[in-house]
């Protein structure tokens, strides 16, 4: 069992910056394939970024090229870098981990944090 805990979000302005980190425990972060997504309200879960065991990423054509995704397997966290924001970002941002997910940006991962807030204004 993993449990994954969100943090960073909050309300910044039009080109503003922000870094979401997740916090895991439970079980090593190195054996999972990890994942942000987010979701607006009255729109599906949408896949961000994700992360290989391995390091190797991907990325939603929404958000390639402003937003890094990055893992410390060492201090069990994952982060996920967001420059260049838009109004359109506005979402609740979430965590996830899976073993082996069939689709690294579909929202079919075993695991999920409860969410972080992003607010992005005019």
């Known amino acids: 069992q993993v449990q994954l805990v969100e943090s960073g979000g909050g309300s910044v302005q039009s080109g503003g910056s922000l870094r979401l980190s997740c916090a895991v425990s439970g079980n090593s972060i190195s054996a999972y394939y990890m994942a942000w997504f987010r979701q607006a309200p009255g729109k599906e879960r949408e896949g961000v970024a994700a992360i290989a065991r391995y390091g190797g990423t991907t990325y939603g054509e929404s958000v390639k090229g402003r937003v890094t995704i990055s893992r410390d397997n060492a201090k069990n966290m994952l982060y996920l870098q967001m420059n260049s924001l838009k109004v359109e970002d506005t979402a609740m941002y979430y965590c996830?981990?899976?073993?082996?997910?069939?689709?690294?940006?579909?929202?079919?991962?075993?695991?999920w944090g409860q969410g972080t807030q992003v607010t992005v204004s005019s």
């Open positions: 996830a981990a899976d073993k082996n997910p069939l689709y690294l940006l579909r929202p079919y991962y075993n695991y």
